[in-house]
């Protein structure tokens, strides 16, 4: 199938061909025509997909068919992080740029000065990637309107609520017009974003990509086996006998990514921190050093790293777990997109066992756990020898509370004991 078969208007067939995309991928196949069709989306679509382009391109027509008169917002679409608004408005600029038309997208997001946004939005916009806080901000300013928007995307709603997003965005709904098409975009479908959808949508097409994406990220998920205070070697020795030009390593908190940043630094790898307590400039340039290879290494915490693009990220390290199955997803995501091939390594200890046990149900996938030649863990779970029986039963090893398989050991080792 090709993108003409879609009902789009020759200039956007135009537009996708100059960006070098071959044919659409599932989400863009099923989201298009019913899009165009006016009709509101409730899309089920992991990272990768290529949805961006899958709501861009029909916005863009809707625009072209209906602009008239003064510029006034056509498309307004809200996004839970600045780097997924910066990342989400430049993808539409980029298939605007080819149009015979102007087309002025404007991206506004916290975390910096209001001002050159206010200014940016004089005159209008016809389309506004927006965070909920700052959009709010924004209208409070008198910078700009909703009134007449006449369709809305919710980009990673899951995202949005997580991130507390819930009251701007009963807010901005009160404020759009009643009249307008919706569409909502979500990787993960709790009751929550379930129950906004609900209220949201007015008999939508659902389209659901997750089983079958077309462009179905080739990852290989792998499990090893590391005692947590070795971790920070293992990773530098996985840099150096993969040559992964590029690694997105996820650890839990702040001071881990400065920390650990810091450690592989000493080591003679270019690494760099990235987490939510950097300045917006601070983040925009260790983004652009990452993605020009002039780092190696970013060492991120979920929250940053959340929705950011990296094209051909070859390699994603769980330092620290992921606190849930949900974010295990969105972290291994980060690699293997758009049909590139991807590894997405997670350490786990004896200590994180069971956590991440738990992650493989949730997903349906099960892992075999990987041990490196000098790097095996020393806190396993090691068999109980029947001679410190006693001993184990009295506490048992410093600091690691017994598994349930250590107990069903301990009992069996009593029972031949006696
Ligand atoms: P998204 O899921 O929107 O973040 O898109 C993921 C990646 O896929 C981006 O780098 C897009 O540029 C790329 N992409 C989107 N649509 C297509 C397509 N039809 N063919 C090839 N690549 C695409």
Known sequence: MSFSSLGLAPSLINAVAEIGYQEPTAIQRAAIPAILRGEDVLGAAQTGSGKTAAFALPLLQSLLDNRSGPRQLHGLVLVPTRELAAQVGESIRKLALHLAMPVKVSIVFGGVSINPQMMALRGGADIVVATPGRLLDLIDHNALKISRTAMLVLDEADRLLDLGFSEELARILQLLPAQRQNLFFSATFPPEVQALADRMLHQPARIEVLSEPVSKPDIAQRAIMVDAPRRTQLLKHLIQQHKWPRVLVFVATKYAAEHVADK???????????????????????????????????????????????????????????????????????????????????????????????????NGILLPREQVAGFEPKQTEAPVPVASVTDTVNGGIKGKRKSKKDKLREAAARAAAE
């Not at 983004?287 to 002039?294: E, G, M, N």
């Not at 777990?321 to 997405?344: F, M, N, Q």
């Open 264 to 362: 592989l630094q000493r080591n003679g790898i270019r690494a760099a921190a990235f987490h939510g307590e950097f300045s917006q400039g601070a983040r925009t340039e260790v983004l652009a050093d990452f993605k020009a290879s002039r780092l190696q290494v970013l060492v991120a915490t979920d929250v940053a790293a959340r929705g950011i693009d990296i094209a051909r990220l070859p390699a994603v390290v769980n330092y620290d777990l992921p606190r849930s199955a949900v974010d295990y997803t969105h972290r291994i995501g980060r690699t293997g997109r758009a049909g590139e091939s991807g590894v997405a390594v997670s350490f786990v200890s004896a200590d994180t066992e069971a956590h991440f046990r738990l992650i493989e149900k949730r």
